[in-house]
């Protein structure tokens, strides 16, 4: 589904990215992994459009989108989940979806699935999202990203700040997403025992390079936990 090649971006004068390299195929749950500053995040922007590469290509469903807006990404199927929700706090649980729906059709309704997938956004459809607790509102950032129906969905280190309990909910629905065989997922993970559990391959970055990767049923063997502990 998506194929990274030979990624190179840069911030000013500073190589954030070094020819990284990396694919999310459908049904499968990529886990990038790596310690703060090594360029994840910016990674995750780039697949988004949200930065511009320097060179390098990313192909997706056989199209080359590096040079394609955040919007053509988000109408061609990529769901993104931000580092830190940015949900709409002054908007209501609905409108906030909603949002998620903007390049959708007139008339378009919120998917009933949501709310199975994430009880709690029914229970509080009213609500502003500002007054949501913080594992509520990485709920409905997610809700939101899948409102649409995207093909891939890219979620940057959903359980920062977020209590365990809500922490198992988020891993139940990402792998239920996984298995239903019609999406892509990329996770950007700090909690590592989250990130090998769920993880279908992984991908480990140190200074803007991957350095690893490989299935993920084979992390614990190859010690992929020392390589990204602090």
Known sequence: MLKVNNLHQYYGGSHILRNVSLKAEIGKITVLLGRNGVGKTTLLKSLMGLVPIRSGSIEWQGRDI????????????IGYVPQGREIFARLTVEENLRMGLAY?????KIP???????????QMLHRRGGDLSGGQQQQLAIARALAPGPRMLILDEPTEGIQPSIIKDIGRVIRMLANRGD???????????FAEELADHYVVMERGEVIASGPGSEMQEKGIQRLVAI
């Open 66 to 77: 590096a040079r394609s807006t955040p919007y053509e990404r988000a109408r061609a199927g």
């Open 104 to 108: 959708s059709p007139a008339g378009t």
């Open 112 to 122: 009933a699935e949501l709310y199975e997938l994430f009880p709690v956004l029914q």
């Open 183 to 193: 999406m892509a997922i990329v996770l950007c993970e700090q909690y590592y025992d």
